[in-house]
């Protein structure tokens, strides 16, 4: 090593300066640094970015997943809920209608069976009144033939004439017909 | 430690002549090629490979989630990219982000030879270093702005002050034109280039000076050169964080420049 005497402020030609910039160490400066320049940006830096942004993407992705995923389970409640609503409104529709149809049957019975009810008396009340009729028709005739054989058996004489025994006897049973329905 | 203590307490004060670093190629000296194989030289291309090979072998085979030293290569260009290019630049900072980061790196390896034992200077203790890094972010940051605001609308944007009265421009625009297009490069690298000077200094100072003690001959004088030494561990330490320091600022105060080339106002 060279061992110069002290020459502390001499810009001597021989002496060391301190701030000079020698060319040859400017070229190897530059050189140096841009090879490592050109080395990382070309091999390395695009390499960190590209895997950065694959990162980004990789969370942004998991976010937006569990976003979706989340949507679809609310869409599916609301979607359920919206199912369960209907259900209950549908049963509670349909038990309506059944009371209701129970009540429309309940009516109809009874109507039917009043009517029948109805039908049936009226059935008898005429069957009794047409028996009463007949019984009554019968009754004339007999009546009339056995009240005439009976006067004539009990008088003696013959009532021969026409319009005088009719008009007796249906006078007697007129009498006798006021009398009954008195 | 390999002391010819004769030798070294000759050397004691060190003077600015420790930094003259003769050519390993003795053929080559005295040509102005002398320079370019020193051991400086020699630590400059050693931390470009090193810096290569770390990346390359830490990033052959990235992975979604990094390894330990996959990801401590990405911390190295993601710290500059997040926290120097897109803070101080903005979001297009990220196209700078490459430059910075190799910056940083270089200037951080090449600083940090100043403590590594057996190489023990950074080539940044010599002004050639630093220039060169100095001009390449000057040549950026100047052409950015032309191309930005083309070359009289840089001028203007870069000396011309908003806001200020009409007589204060004859003394205000020749400063801002000296300070921001001339000084800006002198000052970033001559503050590189000296604290690394220093540093190598202050270390050769209490290294040196201990070994003077040591030999000075009274036995009282022997534990001062200890505590001479154990204070250059200290100075040891702190020249790791004064050329951390350095290298961050560096980068730090070359994305500044880049954004005063490309910001709108002022």
């Not at chain 1, 007796?168 to 017909?177: F, G, I, W, Y």
């Not at chain 2, 320079?35 to 390359?56: Q, R």
């Not at chain 2, 030293?69 to 990405?74: G, S, Y």
């Amino acid at each position: 090593m060279n061992i110069a005497q002290e020459a502390p402020d001499a810009p001597a030609e021989h002496g060391y300066n301190v701030l000079g910039v020698p060319l040859a160490e400017v070229i190897v400066g530059l050189i140096a640094f841009g090879v490592l320049l050109f080395v990382l940006t070309k091999f390395v830096f695009p390499r960190m970015e590209s895997m950065f942004q694959q990162r980004v993407e990789a969370i942004e992705g998991g976010l937006v997943k569990a976003e979706k995923a989340q949507a679809e389970a609310a869409a599916l409640l609301s979607q359920y809920k919206a199912q369960l609503a209907e259900a209950r409104t549908e049963a509670a529709r349909i038990r309506d209608e059944a009371r209701a149809d129970a009540e429309g049957i309940r009516t109809d019975v009874l109507a039917k069976a009043r009517e029948e009810s109805d039908r049936i008396i009226a059935a008898g009340r005429e069957q009794l009144a047409g028996e009463r009729a007949s019984i009554v028709r019968e009754l004339r005739t007999e009546m009339g033939s056995l009240a005439v054989s009976l006067a004539g058996k009990i008088v003696g004489e013959s009532l021969e004439d026409e319009a005088r025994r009719r008009g007796t006897v249906e006078r007697a049973l007129a009498d006798l017909e006021s009398a009954g329905a008195r | 430690m390999i002391t010819q203590p004769g030798f070294l307490a000759s050397e004691f004060p060190p003077g600015v002549d420790v930094f003259d670093y003769k050519t390993l190629i003795p053929s080559l000296e005295g040509s102005m090629w002398a320079g370019a194989f020193t051991k400086l030289s020699l630590l400059v291309w050693m931390a470009v490979a090193i810096i290569i090979v770390f990346f390359l072998v830490t990033y052959r085979n990235p992975t979604l989630v990094p390894s330990k030293k996959q990801w401590l290569a990405e911390s190295a260009y993601g710290v500059v990219r997040n926290n120097i290019a897109t803070d101080i630049i903005g979001p297009q900072g990220v196209r700078f982000a490459p430059y910075l980061a190799t910056v940083f790196c270089f200037v951080f390896v090449t600083n940090l030879w100043s403590i590594v034992p057996f190489a023990q200077i950074s080539p940044n203790s010599h002004l050639a270093f630093p220039v060169v890094l100095a001009v390449l972010t000057w040549v950026i940051y100047i052409g950015i702005g032309i191309k930005k605001h083309g070359l009289l609308g840089y001028l203007k944007h870069s000396t011309v002050q908003p806001g200020v009265p009409w007589w204060v421009h004859p003394i205000l625009i020749p400063i801002e034109f000296l300070s921001n297009l001339i000084l800006r490069p002198i000052t970033l690298a001559v503050r590189l280039f000296a604290n690394m000077f220093a540093g190598h200094m202050i270390l050769l100072v209490f290294t040196l000076g201990g070994v003077a003690l040591w030999n000075a001959g009274p036995l009282l004088l022997k534990p001062a050169a200890l505590g001479s030494w154990a204070f250059a561990i200290v100075m040891t330490l702190f020249e790791l964080f004064i050329l951390s320091l350095q290298a961050y600022v560096f980068t730090l105060l070359s994305a500044t420049y880049f954004q005063s080339s490309i910001s709108e106002e002022h």
